[in-house]
């Protein structure tokens, strides 16, 4: 078998849908996107394809490092993103070929499904009891809010105030038992972080998640240590070199991969077997499409250190389409009492419909982030 083409739509709501094509007929499906950066991580897969036409499909492994290696500059959102679509959508001609789903390929499933969560209240934080509340209704046992909406390097102490009041109002709304992630979203910055997650404490977050920016990853040994709940990070880190680094210096108790940006399946693996030798939890990154959430399903699946599963079904960003919009039979990521089967067709057991894609990329998108700024004038955190 040998790969012939590589095909890309962009896609709402902000998503890039990739289709490997083969001479036998076998295709894979992945989602090689950087939210904000489709257009650039779709040319940098389109280049990458130089190194994949004519090539088995099937040496997966040897295709990651020739992409990863071949070409001197490595790393970063971009590239890693690009090879994370293109390493799932070779997982998904290999499991289509044999027959079976990607994660009896990784050594099996140690779980038949896995807990979701959901989120609630936006951007800029709003009526998060009412939202989590009506989630808790929907069947789910976790949610996760944004903590605070824009922050000053150093800001009043009424900005920890509000804070911690949307998340008093959050608690009181489903009780004791309900699993709170609370992102930081890198928004906070050290001083400022030191005190609020000190406040949050009696709130007993599941997580505190991107407590501060990746770059400044190391003061979390100053500011985190001691916490009575689990510290969470990860999804803007893009190998498992970076992974290796937190790990090392005990700085998170949960890792968050998010498996179209950090190199894919076979990168994500590494990341969480990693963890596990620091008997640190896996909750991967999936604010994104079907494909992205179908892939994080796999790496859960196998791996014994996953316990949670962030999806974007609702969430805020989806506007125009959804996640199971895309999807010739929906019932394969339908959740249930809080909880997703793993699928069990072949390669990702997911189907793409792909005349609605066609479709929906005539609309396309040019998703951006939205630009904050002080009332000073000067550029927030987003």
Known sequence: MKITKLKTWQVPPRWLFLK????????????????????????????????????????IEHLWNTMYRAGFYRGGPILMSAIAGIDQALWDIKGRALGVPVY????????????????TGGDRPEDVGRGAAKLVEAGFTAFKMNGTPEMQIVDSHAKIDLTIARVAEAREAVGPDVGIG??????????????????????????VEEPVLPEHLPCLKQIATGLGYPIATGERLHTRYQFRDLLADGMVDIVQPDLSHCGGISEGLKIATLASCYDVALAPHCPLGPLTLAASLHLDAVAH???????????HYNQGNDVLDYLVDKSALVIEDGFCKIPTGPGLGVEIDEAFVEERAKVGHRWRNPVWTHEDGSIAEW
């Open 20 to 59: 490997i094509e083969t001479d036998e007929g076998v295709y894979g499906w992945g989602e090689p996107v950087v939210e904000g950066r489709a257009a650039t991580v779709e040319a940098a897969v389109h280049e990458l394809a130089d190194y994949l036409i004519g090539q088995d499909p099937s040496r």
């Open 104 to 119: 009896q390929l990784l050594g099996g499933a140690v779980r038949d499904k896995m807990r979701m969560y959901a989120w």
């Open 182 to 207: 609370i992102d930081f979203h890198g928004r906070v910055h050290r001083p400022m972080a030191k005190a609020l997650l000190r406040e949050l404490e009696p709130f007993h977050p599941m997580f």
């Open 305 to 315: 250190n996953a316990f949670i599963q962030e999806q974007s079904m609702g969430i």
